[in-house]
């Protein structure tokens, strides 16, 4: 099963982190989407859609450190839905995008290199290996279907 959420957007404010008990840090953020279409009078429309964006551990610090309001960023991560009572005790319920890999989409002043580097961005855990020759299907096509 895939849980897989690429969003590309301009952030709505500069990112809020908290520690938590042990140190953790976790970064939140709004994201704004945009998506244009034409109207049924052929006017152009723009329709907004805002994400709540949350980073943990090292990908959180290094938001704090390099993310601003306003930022276009590319943010890949899987969604999260859970519940709530706050003091009224009415049930809420958030739609998160928990991030797993950040990248900043235009150029800093301060840096010619404009995102984080990938090797940061995702989890520890190891790449298949690339394909060889002996793993190529048999027949005069290359193609697995």
């Known amino acids: 099963m895939i849980n897989k959420v ?20 976790v970064a939140r953020f709004s994201l704004a989407t945009n998506e244009n279409y034409q109207d049924k009078d052929g006017n152009w429309q723009t329709q907004t859609e805002w994400h709540n964006v949350v980073a943990w551990r090292g990908l959180a610090e ?45 150029k800093r002043e301060s840096s010619g290199d404009a995102r984080f580097p990938p090797a940061e961005n995702m989890p520890a855990t190891p790449a298949a290996p690339p394909p060889t020759a002996t793993d190529a299907p048999q027949g005069g096509d290359d193609l697995p279907f």
Not at 6 to 16: A, H, S
């Open 62 to 106: 290094r938001v704090e450190r390099l993310l601003k309001k306003g930022m276009l960023v590319y943010v890949e991560g899987k969604i999260s839905y859970r519940k709530y009572t706050p003091q009224d005790g009415q049930e809420r319920y958030v739609t998160d995008i928990v991030a797993n890999s950040i990248r900043i989409l235009e």
């Open 6 to 25: 690429t969003l590309i957007g301009n952030l709505g404010g500069d990112p809020e982190v908290r520690r938590l008990e042990g140190g953790v840090a």
